[in-house]
């Protein structure tokens, strides 16, 4: 993956990243809420609760649980069916999840007030390039004790901060033990901190990942790192040179500043069922390619990051961006680099749901630089697009389906193409 970003000024060494990470997140915002604002006396992180999901469609699953809950055997994901018959007594409150984005922008905002360049990773994850902060260069442990105290003393909730000097390592550091707590994960703490954990703590390695690592005789990141990376590529394809990498702490991935609401072009599905297929995911992520870059033609605009997520059957949120090398509006290129992407960090767990979101939003965009090694023919691409435009702008979106969208089967075109804007456009 290309790092051409302008926020990465420093070489890999001298960078001090920060992974913040909410505790139990939609438990402790809802606990937060009820006795800070509905004066409620009982805590709901200290009894056996969990927030359940919706009930009516397919997500009667545990969305988080409280740690009495999680010591009685309750687990993330599991159906509440289920988490009632072990633990008869469980408390089950539902989402509230316009509670969770205003707690997700305090937090946001707390972030930014003390760093400038602070990438939102999920609803309750946020990555922060400390780099250029003379006090958190002097003491970035300290600096990050101060920061998680004022978080957990005006917004009533506890956060984890990883510290380290790149995404990755940051990230792996705020899953130590929590709550409350700061961690590093120097390079030179991989070994004794990182290396002993089993494999699926890893970064982007789910249930599918595991499993083949095991036949394969490898349980321990450390393993990992000591395996070719020939083998693992073998075996894994692009997926497994991108845990190799992860194993051996390797990560150059920028921290890429998040726009602020609607500044970036986004859409995000949930799939009526579990994906397994890769041609799927990817006819979904052309879906979404299209519906976003159609937008950026709308609005005459070109954008330069994207970035695809991935939520697995059992709740785990991967998302990976990348930085262009030239603007683009063009559907085939945004899906080109979408599906690159997504071979990077998918490692074949059941997929729920899938998100293009794309920032860096420039108006008048320079002229692409040519490229002796990509000889494209953005100008074709580019006049097919304004094409497929003027004719749905003229007869409707239904008019024209790109030929790889077809439904194979029984499918209307109609549920193909959802152009009405995603409810769950990320900010
Ligand atoms: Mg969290």
Redesign the pocket.
């Given at each position: 993956m290309r790092d051409t970003g302008k926020n990465n000024r420093n070489s890999a060494a001298d960078r001090l990243i920060y992974h913040c990470?909410?505790?139990s997140?939609f438990l402790s915002w809802e606990a937060s809420f009820r006795i800070h604002q509905l004066g409620e006396k009982l805590d709901l992180r200290t009894i056996t609760a969990i927030i359940g999901g919706d009930r009516e469609k397919r997500h009667g699953i545990v969305l988080a649980a409280s740690m009495p809950a999680k010591k009685a055997g309750v687990r993330t994901a599991q159906p509440i069916a289920e988490a009632l018959r072990i633990c008869p007594e469980l408390v089950v409150v539902p989402p509230r999840y316009d509670l969770y984005v205003r707690c997700s922008h305090s937090l946001l905002a707390i972030l930014h007030e003390v760093c400038p360049l602070v990438e939102q990773f999920s609803i309750?994850?946020a990555f922060c390039d400390m780099s250029e902060i003379a006090g958190a260069r002097r003491d970035p442990v300290g600096f990050a004790n101060a920061l998680r105290e004022r978080i957990r003393d005006e917004l009533g909730f506890t956060v984890n901060i990883g510290v380290s000097v790149n995404k990755l390592l940051a990230k792996m550091a705020s899953d130590f033990t929590k709550p409350d707590r700061v961690h590093t994960l120097w390079p030179d703490e991989i070994p004794t901190k990182m290396w002993p954990l089993p494999v699926r703590d890893l970064f982007f390695i789910g249930r599918a990942t595991e499993a083949r690592l095991h036949a394969m005789g490898i349980r321990t990141i450390g393993e990992i790192a000591h395996t070719p990376e020939t083998v693992l590529r073998g075996a894994l394809k692009q997926h497994g040179t991108t845990i190799y990498r992860f194993a051996n702490g390797i990560d150059y991935e920028p921290v890429i500043d998040s726009p602020p609401p609607n500044k970036g072009y986004g859409n995000s599905t949930t799939i009526d069922h579990d994906v397994t297929d890769p041609a799927e995911a990817k006819q979904t992520l052309l879906r979404l390619c299209d519906t976003v870059a159609t937008r950026l033609r709308a609005d005459g605009v070109r954008i330069s990051v994207v970035a695809v997520s991935i939520r697995t059957f059992d709740l785990r949120y991967y998302s990976h961006q990348t930085v262009l090398e030239s603007p683009t509006d063009i559907t085939t290129e945004l899906h080109g680099q979408a599906c690159r992407l997504f071979d990077s960090m998918w490692d074949h767990t059941p997929i729920r749901s899938l998100g293009v979101h794309t920032s860096r939003v420039s108006q008048d965009a320079p002229a692409r630089q040519m490229s002796m090694f990509d000889t494209t023919d953005y100008e074709r691409y580019g006049r097919v697009d304004r094409a497929v435009d003027a004719l749905r702008k003229r007869f409707g979106n239904h008019v024209l389906t790109r030929a790889s969208l077809l439904p194979p089967k029984e499918e209307s075109p109609e549920d193909n193409l959802p152009f009405a804007r995603s409810d769950s456009d990320e900010t």
């Open positions: 990470d909410v505790n997140a309750d994850e």
